[in-house]
């Protein structure tokens, strides 16, 4: 039996973000200095160690060549004692002339495993032009499977009492794949939204039994990509500060900004780690074999208001620098944020409550609404972030796997 320490050190290990969203797609087919290398993915940056499905990465020069690129992949291990975990195919990647990105998959070897491991992925030395140069690595959190099994026994005498009314969460207990919708309407303040956005994501959370679950209250907890977001709640963010190029940087920018990157050392390219948590995800008794789910809790935005929201948990590594700084008493820190140059996520994440239409826009504000009913786990609420000029309204399904 595992006890329930081992779960949480897999748990609380955080995704490794590595910067995996550009700020730009440009090519920069004028440029002849170095020609970065960035090896990066699209998706959260995990996987599970017996999964199967692969996790799909890219590599993308700064701008091509007049004739192909051959380079070998690397995995380097940054847990001591672990290696063979994954397999990168092709294990060479060519890009065909003219082209300056191409792609490839990360595959488990489904190698059991008690840890979490991080692994990074780059490619061999020397490289095989001289002004190649690796900027960005990926890297990747392998963790163990998760299910009922790993928990305390009181954890599963709870979840045997939930069966017994009426509740069977066993199988929600472990890695669950999700799909996630979001639209977000056109927003003015942001060069990068001013189009709006409409994505779909397709990703794997890890769902467990809530501390605070009690005999009379089933609850759980997400502790890896809550409702399939973490990539989109990323790109948020990055979108907010560090690329955005108008206010960050351009002639409106205000001198603050620049001086509290300088000071904790982000760059658009710097390798962070971002990482999200949801607790308090409260399962009712069912009704006529469906089950009414909250999911809502009331935080404190920016202006220190209580508001109601997801109640999303951030962990980033970049804040984290920056209020380590604060806490200290460090005076360019204390007053860049003064001047609102920050990157707490919960200033640029977290604006206005959603379990009501603060908007006053019915064409997009949703009730907030979760529904478990048999294989299917799914949710309906609003987002609204810093730059906002609407609500984006958001749409998630799990599904328990065959």
């Known amino acids: 039996m595992k006890t329930i320490s081992k779960l949480k050190s897999v748990l609380v290990l955080m995704v490794f973000a590595a910067a995996i969203f550009s700020c730009s ?27 199967s499905t692969p996790l799909k990465g890219s590599l993308t020069f700064t701008r091509a060549y007049d004739q192909p690129v051959a380079l070998e992949m690397t995995v380097k291990y940054q847990t001591e004692g672990v290696k063979d975990l994954v397999t990168i195919r092709p294990a060479v990647v060519t890009l065909p002339a003219g082209s300056r990105s191409v792609d490839f998959e990360v595959v488990s070897n489904k190698k059991e495993i008690s840890e979490a491991v991080l692994i990074e992925i780059s490619v061999k030395e020397p490289l095989p032009q001289n002004d190649m140069q690796v900027k960005e690595t990926l890297r990747v959190n392998v963790k163990p499977y998760l299910t009922a099994e790993d928990l305390t026994m009181e954890q599963q005498a709870l979840l045997e009492g939930y069966k017994n009314k009426g509740v069977d969460l066993t199988k929600w207990i472990g890695v669950i794949p999700v799909k996630v919708t979001v639209d977000v309407p056109p927003t003015e303040g ?23 679950a009690t005999v009379d209250q089933p609850i759980l907890k997400i502790t890896e990509n809550p409702m399939g977001l ?16 108008e206010y960050w940087y351009g002639e409106y920018a205000g001198k603050y900004y620049q001086k509290m990157m300088d000071l904790i050392g982000l760059t658009k390219d710097s390798q962070e780690t971002f990482s999200v948590s949801l607790d308090s995800i409260r399962v009712n ?22 508001v109601s929201v997801v109640p999303f948990v951030y962990n980033y590594s970049a804040w984290n620098r920056l209020k380590e700084k604060v806490d ?4 360019t820190a204390i007053e860049c944020v003064g001047y609102g140059a920050t990157v707490n996520p919960v200033v640029y ?15 997009r504000w949703v009730e907030p609404k979760g529904t478990l009913k048999g294989k299917k786990l799914t949710f309906q609420f609003n987002f609204d972030h810093y730059s906002a000029t609407g ?12």
């Open 328 to 331: 200290a008493g460090d005076e």
């Open 285 to 306: 008794m069912p009704q006529n074999g469906e089950s009414n789910v909250e999911f809502l809790g009331r935080v404190l935005d920016k202006y220190k208001e209580s």
């Open 190 to 212: 942001l060069a990068s939204l001013v189009d709006g956005m409409k994505k779909t994501y397709e990703s794997k959370s890890v769902i467990t039994l809530s501390e605070y």
């Open 391 to 402: 609500y984006t309204k958001i749409s998630v399904e799990y599904t328990l796997p065959e």
């Open 25 to 51: 797609d440009s090519n920069e087919t004028d440029y002849t200095g170095v020609n970065s290398i960035y090896v990066k993915t699209s998706e959260a940056p995990v996987m599970i160690a017996s999964d």
């Open 230 to 245: 973490t990539e989109f709640l990323y790109d948020i963010l990055r979108k907010e500060t560090v690329c955005n190029d």
């Open 349 to 363: 994440l977290v604006n206005s409550s959603i379990d009501s239409d603060s908007w006053k826009d019915s064409s």
